[in-house]
């Protein structure tokens, strides 16, 4: 310790600094080592209605490290026989159509009438860091104090095709957590409602008054997968139009083939704003249950959306697979190259990865019987 006084303030000065970067650079090292819990802590977790640990297994099933994936397979085994009970709605839309905001009023009508409510944002075109998703925390500030409400939006700007797997692990997982309803908004562009239309049970498309004839193409898409057609903001100037619109969209909805042969989808009117419409929508959602229920309907849809599951885990688990494969990172880089220059056709350059990497997946499950064989051919065939 120096002598004077001066000195010694320095030395205390730099000695408090030091310690607030090591305090500092040992907080960001453990926020980036991942904070796992055992399978039986998540599960019981889960079947307990805690959120914090709910919000934890959903971080493990969107997580894209391998060892994770792994986890999550064997949670999501655990939880599957206390799943299967709540009623999932799937609310699709353009950017701005006010999803969020009419989710946030529906919720809060849901938990007077004594549900509980998980929503689950979908947004394959945004990333965590910006955009409308943490805009959409915000949006829903009512339901996001609610006991009852569990709100999460899910950025998957990076993933390769595996937002359906995950946003159907985290319905899971909110049905194990006892949510009786579960919402899944997406926007309504692009692949991503394709995939959330197979997994709820009543999918519904949002629309703005008026709209627009440049989107009639993006509609028609939507249109065809949807139980319910919701024309938003039909509020003070844009009442007119919304009726307009309504007449429209219910004239359409005669030359369009139904999502289930035993419900005629149905057009309305609603202001998330001023609440306008919310009670007949929920009528109509409960409507639209009670038809799958009485015919059987219901049951096949689940049934269904397995099937699809299944076949989902396999092209995931499959591409997943290909990717990893240190054959395939090794050939890739190099072959994709020489494809861009006219060097090689692309299906030789395919027909080669897949055969490499169906070869290299075969003699590591039959070591034994392809060791002579190995020894007499090389395994790349340029
Ligand atoms: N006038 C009016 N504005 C609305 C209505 N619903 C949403 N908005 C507004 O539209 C904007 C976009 O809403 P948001 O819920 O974020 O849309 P999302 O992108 O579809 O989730 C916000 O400024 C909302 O306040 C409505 O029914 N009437
Ligand atoms: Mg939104």
């Not at 903001?233 to 307009?244: N, P, S, T, V």
């Not at 249950?289 to 699809?308: F, N, V």
């Not at 989902?312 to 220059?341: A, K, M, S, T, W």
């Amino acid at each position: 310790m120096p002598s004077t006084i001066r000195a010694r303030r320095l030395y205390l000065d730099q000695e408090q600094s030091l310690w607030m970067l090591r305090t500092i650079s040992l907080r960001n090292w453990r926020k980036n080592l991942p904070n796992r819990l055992s399978i039986q802590e998540y599960k019981q977790g889960v079947l307990n209605g805690e959120r914090s640990v709910l919000a934890r297994a959903i971080t493990l099933v969107e997580s894209q490290r391998s060892v994770d994936r792994k986890l999550a397979q064997t949670l999501i085994q655990s939880i599957v026989p206390h799943t299967g009970h709540s009623f999932r709605i799937g609310v699709s839309g353009l950017p701005g159509v006010g999803k969020s905001t009419l989710l946030d009023a529906l919720g809060m009508l849901l938990i007077d009438k004594g549900h509980s409510v998980a929503i689950l944002a979908v947004d394959p075109s945004s990333n965590m860091g910006g955009g409308s998703i943490l805009g959409d925390k915000t949006r829903m500030h009512r339901l996001s104090h609610e006991p009852n409400a569990y709100i999460r939006p899910s950025a998957s700007g990076s993933s390769l095709g595996g937002v359906a797997q995950k946003t159907r692990e985290s319905i899971l997982l909110c049905e194990a957590a006892g949510f009786d309803i579960i919402i899944v908004e997406t926007v309504g562009v692009g692949q991503s409602e394709v995939e959330v239309s197979n997994m709820v049970d009543c999918f519904l498309a949002l629309m703005l008054p008026g709209g627009g004839d440049e989107l009639q193409g993006i509609k028609k898409g939507v249109l065809e997968r949807a139980d319910i057609i919701v024309i938003n903001k039909a509020d003070e100037e844009r009442l007119m139009l919304a009726r307009g619109t309504l007449r429209e969209h219910r004239a359409a909805l005669h030359y369009l083939r139904p999502r289930h042969p035993t419900w005629k989808p149905v057009a309305m009117m609603t202001s998330a704003i001023t609440g306008m419409g919310l009670e007949e929508l929920w009528r109509t959602i409960q409507e639209h249950k009670q038809t799958l229920i009485s015919c059987g309907a219901l049951k096949e849809l689940r049934s269904e959306q397995q099937r699809l599951w299944m076949w989902r885990l396999i092209e995931d688990g499959l591409r997943d697979r290909f990717f990893e494969h240190p054959i395939i990172q090794n050939l890739l880089p190099r072959y994709e190259q020489e494809v861009q220059q006219g060097i090689r056709l692309p299906t030789q350059a395919s027909s080669l990865l897949l055969a490499s990497f169906f070869q290299e997946e075969h003699d590591h499950v039959y070591p034994q019987r392809i060791t002579n064989i190995k020894s007499n051919s090389s395994h790349e065939d340029r």
